[in-house]
C-alpha cells in the first residue's frame, strides 16, 4: 500500500511534492489528479518525448532535449496551472450570487452554520459544493471555523479566501456577520464593476489589431493592384 509514496520520495524531492500536491489541492474537491500520479505521468511521458523526436526527427539529438524540456515545462501549465486559473475565475463568478443569498439567510437571524446551509440548499454550484464538504466534516466532529480554514487549501481565489476569512472571525469575535457580507458583498460587486471596465478598455486595442492585420493590407493591395495589374500587363 505504501510502495508508491516510497517510490516517489526517492524520485522526488520533498520541497517538489510539496509545491505540486499545493497546486493539486486548488483543483478542488472533486478533482482525480494525485500529486504523485501527476509527477509519474509528467516524467514518463517526458522520456516517451525524448526517444519517439530521437528516433523519428532528423537531428533528433539535438532537437530532442529542447523538445522535452518544452513539454516537461508545459503539461504541468496545461494539466494544473490553467485548470486552477480557469477554476478561480468560475469560483470567483459564483461568489457574488453565492454570499448575497448568505448574507440574506444570516439577515433572517440565523447562525452562521444554518444559514451556510440554507444557502447550499438553494444554489447549485462549485463554490457551494465546497461549502457543502466543509459542513460534512462539521458533522465528523471539526468545528465550523476549522472546516473553514481548511476548505480555503481548496480555493484559488484570493478574494473567496479573503471573505472566508473575514466570516470565521467575526463569528469566532462575535462582531456583526451581516455588517461584514455587507461590506464583503459590495467589496465583489465594485472588483466585478473594474473587472468589465478593465475588458471595455481593452476593445480599441484590441480592434486596433484586427485593422492592421486585416484591413490594412487589404487597403494597400486595392491601392497598389493597378500598378501591379500594369506593371505585369
Do not use: C
Amino acid at each position: 500500500m505504501n510502495k508508491k509514496p516510497e517510490l516517489a520520495r526517492m524520485m522526488y524531492n520533498k520541497k517538489t511534492i510539496a509545491k505540486w500536491d499545493k497546486k493539486i489541492t486548488l483543483l478542488g474537491i472533486y478533482n482525480k489528479l494525485d500529486t504523485i500520479t501527476f509527477l509519474n505521468l509528467r516524467l514518463f511521458t517526458s522520456i516517451i518525448v525524448f526517444f519517439v523526436v530521437l528516433y523519428v526527427i532528423d537531428l533528433g539529438y539535438v532537437i530532442a532535449p529542447l523538445v522535452t524540456f518544452l513539454y516537461y515545462y508545459f503539461i504541468g501549465k496545461v494539466l494544473v496551472d490553467n485548470k486552477i486559473k480557469a477554476r478561480t475565475s468560475k469560483l470567483e463568478g459564483e461568489a457574488m450570487h453565492f454570499f448575497e443569498v448568505l448574507t440574506l439567510s444570516l439577515e433572517t437571524g440565523r447562525n452562521l452554520e444554518e444559514a451556510i446551509n440554507v444557502t447550499i440548499s438553494n444554489i447549485d454550484s462549485e463554490l457551494s459544493d465546497e461549502f457543502a464538504e466543509a459542513l460534512r466534516e462539521v458533522k465528523f466532529g471539526k468545528s465550523l471555523t476549522e472546516s473553514l480554514n481548511d476548505m480555503q487549501k481548496n480555493i484559488p481565489s484570493e478574494t473567496i479566501n479573503n471573505i472566508i476569512l473575514a466570516l470565521t472571525q467575526a463569528d469566532m469575535f462575535g462582531n456583526s456577520i451581516i455588517d461584514t457580507m455587507y461590506n464583503q458583498v459590495d467589496y465583489l460587486r465594485e472588483k466585478k464593476k473594474l473587472e468589465i471596465k478593465a475588458e471595455i478598455s481593452k476593445v480599441p486595442i484590441k480592434i486596433s489589431i484586427i485593422s492592421v492585420l486585416f484591413f490594412v493590407p487589404l487597403i494597400l493591395l486595392i491601392i497598389l493592384a493597378p500598378v501591379l495589374l500594369s506593371y505585369i500587363s
